[in-house]
């Protein structure tokens, strides 16, 4: 059974250029979450989808954005990159059904984003 | 101030040694609560959630005083293999995990 699955692994890129990661879910999973880990700190919440729509989002700025297809995989964009999006992006999934309490998120291995 | 806040560490100890992280929330809506581990460079895995009685899974038991808004984790016998970032994670009955900044410990033989 795959787990969380995300690519690519690493990524360099330019000040002001876009980028998009991607994450495949495990498998029964329907609801995606996206997560900022900056060197230090705890993972940051970005946004979530669930039946390809947003469901909530953090506070990160509409540079930010994504999208689910109907497959549950998900993509996270950024545009016009700063050097502060430098960090490991995280995607974790839940089960259908999830509702928050006490339910494990499963996290893929993460995108390390790098900003030059 | 953030929302869950945890002393960064490093905790240093040898191996066989007992060790306490403590953590603190500021949201008294938080539903629910759980630590989870995160090895250098890996992303985080659920180590266990924290119920309002307590629980213990083997070396590990965790506490949570909902009066205090404090979550505790106690590891006994530490083995090497412990080494890791210990992140205090709440939930406000929303589908948003709240990490604190993590617990580094190093366990030494």
């Known amino acids: 059974d795959a787990g969380v699955t995300q690519s690519p692994t690493h990524l360099i890129k330019t000040r002001g250029q876009q980028v998009t990661l991607r994450c495949s879910p495990k498998s029964g999973h329907d609801t995606v979450s996206w997560y900022q880990q900056a060197l230090g700190q705890g993972p940051q919440f970005i946004f979530q989808y669930y039946e390809e729509e947003e469901r909530q989002r953090g506070n990160f700025p509409d540079r930010f954005s994504g999208h689910q297809f109907p497959n549950y995989s998900s993509e996270l964009n950024v545009n016009a990159l700063l050097l502060g999006d430098s960090a490991l992006y995280l995607c974790?999934?839940?089960?259908?059904?999830?509702?928050?309490?006490?339910?494990?998120?499963?996290f893929g291995q993460g995108t390390r984003l790098t900003v030059v | 101030r953030k929302e869950v806040e945890q002393d960064p560490g490093p905790f240093n100890v040898p191996e066989g040694a007992t060790v306490a992280f403590n953590c603190t929330y500021s949201n008294s809506a938080s539903q629910s609560f759980f630590w989870y581990r995160q090895d250098c460079r890996k992303e985080p895995k659920l180590l266990m959630s924290v119920y309002s009685s307590g629980n213990e899974d083997g070396r590990f038991t965790a506490q949570l005083n909902r009066a205090s808004q404090y979550i505790s984790l106690l590891i006994r016998d530490s083995k090497l293999s412990d080494s890791a970032t210990y992140l205090c994670?709440?939930?406000?009955?929303?589908?948003?995990?709240?990490f604190g900044t993590g617990t580094r410990l190093q366990v030494f033989p």
């Open positions: 974790a999934s839940f089960p259908e059904g999830f509702r928050g309490l006490n339910t494990e998120a499963f």
């Open positions: 994670v709440v939930n406000r009955n929303t589908d948003k995990l709240i």
